[in-house]
């Protein structure tokens, strides 16, 4: 995840370039149930609204906790489907805010009302994440529900209303690029403080007159708008963060945004992009699905590790006789093509592994999703500023 806030910062209050150090422990993103009352166009876990048999008990769950809170995970991220739709998510919320975690829910937002946000409030969790795909229409129709906005939007009230820290997920595509705008300025209008923009582009076309194809220009547009409206709250005095995810060569066009904005502060912020890293699927973030299998990240669905029903998180994470996990865990990654050879590769750490898998059969491939051209990565004469 990029923090372009938090970059941002670094521009006007700049702190010490710290040697790049791994986390102590590994976020987890566990998506405790399947079932979900919609069938989104882009569900990564492609659920229904329906039981999924073989999902892990409450005990079983308790005790994977255990496990994760002594191998030092600091956060866990409660998704699904519909987390709100096992009977047990406050029993599962509460033991984990008891054991030390933070803790996050993610959630459509459809399910967030009247009957449970008493429940949702005393639990006090510390972020809750609700997904938009775009305003009114197109969101309904990406959701595949008519009024699923309105439902969305009533249950992020009502988390305000309790004081709770809420933001908007946004997963861009051709379809709803056009929305990005209102819903920035609804974050805004609605006093919602964090904004989390994932990438879907899991092809490319072709290394050239990458700057000039609809698809990255789209992104590079929706790119310099994130930054500009970051810089503004931050102008403003906000302390609103703006993330970005699924795609780790934000860091690099931020890099170039600031060589352009703040050329003063170019050199600074290729100092704390260094020491942020890149991509940490399967290194800093994991996730653990409903029936209990372990992958690299939420997007790794098709690539199990173990399943913790049988073997400990703590022992299935530091297992590198996968082969992905034992190149995900390199530094630099065994990455090859323009990713091989790029000036940043010790920034974007050769960004999401599993676009290049799903294109070519070779997670080590380079990144389809690479928006950059090759100037900006330093292939032919590279310009900063």
Known sequence: MFRI??????IFEPTPVLPRRPAPGSVVIWNLVRRCNLTCKHCYSISADKDFPGELTTDE???????????????????GGEPLLRSDIFDISRRAKALGFHVSLSSNGTLIDRGNIDAIAEVGYDYVGVSLDGLGATHDRFRRKEGAFEASLAGIRLC???????????????????????????????????????????????????RDDARHRTTRQA????????????????????????????????????????????EHIRGKLRQWGGNASGVNVANIDNLGQVHPDTMWWHHSLGNVKSRPFSEIWQDVSDPVMAGLKR???????????????????????????KLTEDPWAEDPGCYLDDSEIGLTSLEIA
Request: aromatic residues 10%.
């Open 5 to 10: 806030a938090q970059f941002i910062n670094e």
């Open 61 to 79: 769950i308790f005790a994977v906790m255990d496990d994760l809170k002594s191998f030092r995970v600091p956060a866990l991220i409660l998704s």
């Open 160 to 210: 305000l209303d309790r004081g709770l820290k809420v933001g908007l997920r946004y997963t861009m595509t051709e379809d709803n690029a056009q929305d990005l705008p209102g819903l920035l300025a609804l974050m805004d209008r609605e006093g919602i403080d964090k904004f989390y923009f994932s990438h879907l582009n899991y092809a490319g076309r072709g290394n050239k007159n990458r």
């Open 223 to 266: 790119m310099d708008l994130l930054f500009e409206t970051a810089l503004e709250s931050h102008q403003r005095g906000f302390k609103r963060e703006f993330n970005t995810g699924n795609n780790d060569a934000d860091g690099v066009y931020f890099l170039h945004w600031v060589g352009q904005r703040f050329p003063a502060r170019a």
């Open 331 to 357: 530094h630099p990654r065994p990455v090859t093509g323009r990713c091989a050879t790029c000036a940043h590769l010790d920034i974007c750490n050769g960004n999401t592994r599993v676009r290049a898998l």
